[in-house]
């Protein structure tokens, strides 16, 4: 294999897109090894320098992958890239409807293919020399709680003095570089490259979120998984996958196309058991109310974590951990299932899991001299809504007080059920907006408000305030002494999509400034 050397490597600009890498260039021969092509026009004896899937980006020597989108067709950029210098490119387009761009007279090679994403993640894995063959990398998905998880398994491993990255929602970082999430999962050159970076910086783990989006999208295709991880499935991204069949299809994508070593399968949900009957090689199960390989038992919940007896295949102990509810019990399972396969000690893992710091936006404390809580989670699905609000109920002894909204521009099926999820749990709900996007923030409302439970009554049970921010000054503002708050939708993010405007909004912001409003 052709060896790559670089001089430069990977930057986020503020507007999402990678700066292009320094590289000596390899054949384009060797990187279409093991990619199935329907038609070839031009040689394959040349070097490529880099390969771009944007065209603003092609120049000299570069392989241009066009790669479809939901408003666009790469092939419609291949000109742009031809014109900029790209010496070959690869699209689904039948090669002979491109004869307006006189491919003939053209010192260009042509590939086409049937699928130019996987081909974009086949070229891609080649060009960097396969780096998830040569660090130890572990794919979570699933609705709810990948970042989490993520998060859990770098606290096991650098608690082992192991050098670790992270590539999800909140960002991507590892060592002390950090770098902003334009995606959960980046596409599949980007995380190629990324990968190659930590390798060359001695990262030996990475713990990689791997989206539904994703995985439709072949973005990871065909890597190589330590540890697969399925969380759970629950409604979401239907606006994207159309039904569950297909958002469920995409999940199993993890370990459908891709060498999973060992999958780690949340048997408590029904996906999981079924997948568990699929995926049967390297396979361990987590779970609480079955009996899993990685068990939880006598679940103590309370304000200041949760306490479990943990069995395992590799012996039974004690958990504490400052983590709070019953779903960060499955989370923990998941990460302890995930650090144990990979030979961390039991003990170990009890001692990381006492010592987990807060993770951005997952039910983050606010802290205040109120005598009232305040919470910040990112959950924004019913199933999410449900399980943050029934772990809070858990340790209020006052009201519990949600502040709420959904996206614009999503799923809207699910607005009704997340509308049900919560007024028929909380004490007080606050109806506002999310991210709106396009959509009218109204209408959005009304959505939500057709889960109304018979029974509630607006003003007694909720309230609907358009506005975020007034709507979380009013909640922080009507708290009482052991009551507790919980902001829910948008947790780590630091902006709000209005109409086609992104201003900068951070609900743990809101609350603070609200916070010492109320101290005055």
Known sequence: MESTSSTKWLTFPENGYLNVADNTGQKLSHLILGLPINNILGTMDRAIREIVYDSRKAGPDTLFAAIPGESWDGSEFIKDAI????????????LESLNGLGLGSRNVTALCVEDSRKALSIASANFYQHPSEQIALTGITGTNGKTTTAYILEAVFRAEDVR???????????????????????????????????????????????????????????????????????????????????????????????????PILNIDDSVGREFADEFKAGL????????????AENIVLTRS?????????????????????????????SAGAGAMVQ?????????????????????????????????????????????????????????????????????????????????????????????PRTEDPEQIIDDILQGV??????????????????????AIQSAEKNDLVLIAGKGHENYQVLETQTIHFDDREIARSALRKRSH
């Open 83 to 94: 014109s900029k210098g790209a010496s070959a490119f690869i699209t689904q387009t039948p």
């Open 343 to 435: 030979g961390v000690p039991l003990e170990k893992v009890q001692e990381a899991f006492r010592h987990i710091q807060p993770i951005p936006g997952r039910f983050e404390r606010i802290d205040n001299d109120h005598g009232f809580s305040v919470l910040v989670d990112y959950a924004h699905t019913d199933d999410a809504l449900s399980n943050a609000i029934s772990a809070a109920k858990d340790f209020t002894e006052g009201r519990l007080i949600v502040v709420f909204g959904c996206g614009g521009d999503r799923d809207k099926g699910k607005r009704k059920a997340m509308g049900k999820a919560v007024l028929s749990k909380a004490d007080f709900s606050i109806i506002t907006s999310d991210n």
């Open 164 to 262: 670790t990255g992270v590539i999800g929602t909140i960002n991507y970082h590892y060592d002390d570089k950090v770098f902003p999430a334009t995606v959960t999962t980046p596409e599949s050159l980007d995380l190629n490259r990324m990968l190659r970076q930590m390798i060359e910086e001695k990262v030996e783990n990475c713990f990689l979120e791997v989206s539904s989006h994703a995985l439709h999208q072949s973005r990871v295709h065909g890597m190589n998984f330590k540890v697969g991880i399925f969380t759970n499935l629950s409604r979401d991204h239907l606006d994207f996958h159309g039904d569950m069949d297909r958002y469920k299809n995409a999940k199993k994508k993890l370990f459908l196309e891709n060498n999973v070593e060992h």
């Open 305 to 333: 974590g949760c306490e479990f007896t943990l069995k395992t295949p590799f012996g039974a102990g004690e958990i504490r951990s400052n983590l709070l509810g019953r779903h960060n019990v499955h989370n923990l399972l």
């Open 453 to 474: 439970p018979a029974s509630a009554c607006k003003d007694d049970d909720y309230t609907v305030i358009i506005n975020r921010k007034d709507a979380i000054e009013c």
């Open 284 to 295: 361990f199960t987590t779970g609480i109310d079955r009996n899993a390989d990685f068990k």
